[in-house]
């Protein structure tokens, strides 16, 4: 049975404070994707990776970086939180090739 | 620019109704369209659809695609009010590492 983790449920977290949302899938997976969800606005990808140090832009990257240095792991940083950063984030992995994501319980931040 | 759009956005209902999403789609290079059911936790999993008029079935779920009109229908019979949740579509090009792109969701609510 796959299994994405993240970090954390809940964050509540000062604007300007550098953070950190970890991911962590047990599954061997290539790829691995981080989305912020708003209502009304669905999922939207802030980064991808397909490989351990690969990263690719999604649709919304501004203020965002990630890491990704093992296979199983991959890291959401919010180098200077605002306020319109507050959202759920969502954690994703899949194989290379494949269609099906496999998500995470997602994490809530709130920026204050 | 690549569309996903879901309708209605939201909708209520009672236990033994039947009801039907819908999910537009405008991308380029389709490969498969996705549905996730969301309650207060990670997406899952409900059908992946390839195929134009071959209609996807599990329990009370059904879904089927049209590639030439370009859209799909999730339809629920029976409702239950363990099927108030947000149902996600999205849609995958083909293209790089998998990458889906998503309609901002239906949020169904089920009453007794």
């Known amino acids: 049975d796959v299994k994405v983790t993240q970090s954390s449920r809940y964050l509540v977290k000062r604007t300007g404070e550098k953070v950190f949302l970890e991911c962590v899938q047990d599954?061997?997976?290539?790829?691995m994707f981080w989305y912020r969800q708003d209502p009304g606005l669905g999922l939207r990808l802030i980064y991808f990776?397909?490989?351990?140090?690969?990263?690719e832009k999604g649709d919304i990257p501004e203020g965002y970086s990630v890491s990704r240095e093992k296979k199983e792991r991959f890291s959401l940083i919010l180098e200077s939180a605002s306020t319109n950063q507050t959202s759920m984030y969502l954690c994703?992995?899949?194989?290379?090739?494949?269609?099906?994501?496999?998500f995470g319980p997602g994490t809530r931040l709130t920026v204050t | 620019e690549d569309k996903v759009v879901q309708s209605p956005l939201s909708l209520v209902v009672h236990e033994g109704d039947t009801v039907t999403l819908n999910c537009s789609y405008e991308?380029?290079?389709?490969?498969?369209l996705l549905w996730y059911k969301q309650e207060k936790k990670a997406p899952t999993f409900l059908f992946m659809l390839?195929?134009?008029?071959i209609e996807k079935k599990s329990g009370r779920l059904s879904s089927i695609l049209d590639k030439k009109e370009l859209f799909s229908i999730l339809n629920i019979t029976a409702t239950q009010t363990g099927d108030s949740a947000v149902y996600l579509c999205?849609?995958?090009?083909?293209?790089?590492?998998?990458?889906?792109?998503f309609g901002q969701g239906t949020i169904l609510t089920v009453h007794p």
């Open positions: 994703a992995s899949s194989f290379l090739s494949g269609d099906e994501q496999y």
């Open positions: 599954m061997d997976h290539e790829n």
């Open positions: 990776s397909y490989d351990v140090k690969m990263k």
């Open positions: 991308v380029t290079n389709f490969r498969s």
């Open positions: 390839t195929s134009s008029g």
């Open positions: 999205a849609v995958n090009k083909g293209t790089s590492y998998g990458k889906l792109t």
